[in-house]
């Protein structure tokens, strides 16, 4: 993955941050150990789709998604201003919490052929590993996107707060977690499977996805 030098002054270890925490994700390494992430379905129709906006949190062995109900004409301005929002309490009674820094913070999320443009307020190296693929992997599965393309082939762009030169392009993988754009597709669990290779090498065969409505 390549793009130019930071040109503000004072960060010159952003780069090196974000690549070793995408080089981490790609691998299926996560802050909170191996556990029940995946990438988001691809299987769904794009109508069901549409209709919801499927919002990656995290529960205790990993990333979880839930889903929410899409206005009309959603896209992924919609997903994020949904993920910053946070889990719902019915959620949070249940372990599901979120990486993401707290207080009132506004990412703008941009749709593109194939792609989405996020505008963050944070460096990278100021978040989580966890909280970075929470962002790639909530715009990937984001409605409204041209293109077509399934979630684990949209690119997303990370544009840094007060940084210049060109962005991160990252997608959410097979597992997940947020990886290089140009980096070789892993052997991983087929998106919206329940299955990933744990630590000892083993199948966790529960399902990672989580209903809003069944936790309601």
Same mark, same amino acid.
């Given at each position: 993955? $390549? %793009?130019? *030098? #930071?040109?503000? =002054? &004072? ?6 941050? @974000? /690549? !070793? ?45 839930? $889903? %929410?109900? *899409? #206005?009309?004409? =959603? &896209? ?6 949904? @993920? /910053? !929002? ?52 909530? =715009? ?77």
């Amino acid at each position: 993955m $390549t %793009r130019a *030098a #930071p040109r503000r =002054a &004072g960060r010159p270890a952003s780069a090196c941050v @974000l /690549l !070793a925490a995408l080089a981490l994700s790609g691998c299926g390494i996560a802050d909170s150990g191996p556990g029940h992430a995946g990438a988001p379905a691809r299987g769904a129709s794009t109508k069901t789709a549409d209709r919801t906006l499927r919002i990656t949190l995290v529960a205790p062995h990993g990333s979880w998604t839930v $889903t %929410r109900s *899409a #206005p009309a004409g =959603a &896209g992924p301005q919609q997903a994020l201003d949904a @993920l /910053l !929002a946070g889990p719902t309490t019915a959620e949070r009674a249940r372990g599901i919490t979120t990486a993401l820094p707290s207080g009132r913070h506004r990412v703008r999320a941009v749709a593109a052929p194939g792609a989405v443009d996020l505008y963050l307020p944070w460096l990278v190296p100021e978040l989580a590993r966890t909280a970075v693929n929470q962002l790639v992997c909530t =715009a990937a599965a984001a409605p409204g996107v041209p293109g077509g393309k399934r979630p684990v082939d949209v690119v997303v762009r990370v544009h840094e707060s007060g940084l210049t030169g060109s962005p991160w392009h990252v997608r959410c993988d097979e597992t997940g977690a947020a990886a290089p754009a140009d980096a070789p597709r892993t052997n991983g669990p087929a998106p919206g499977s329940a299955q990933r290779l744990s630590a000892e090498g083993r199948r966790d065969k529960r399902s990672n996805v989580v209903e809003s409505e069944g936790l309601s």
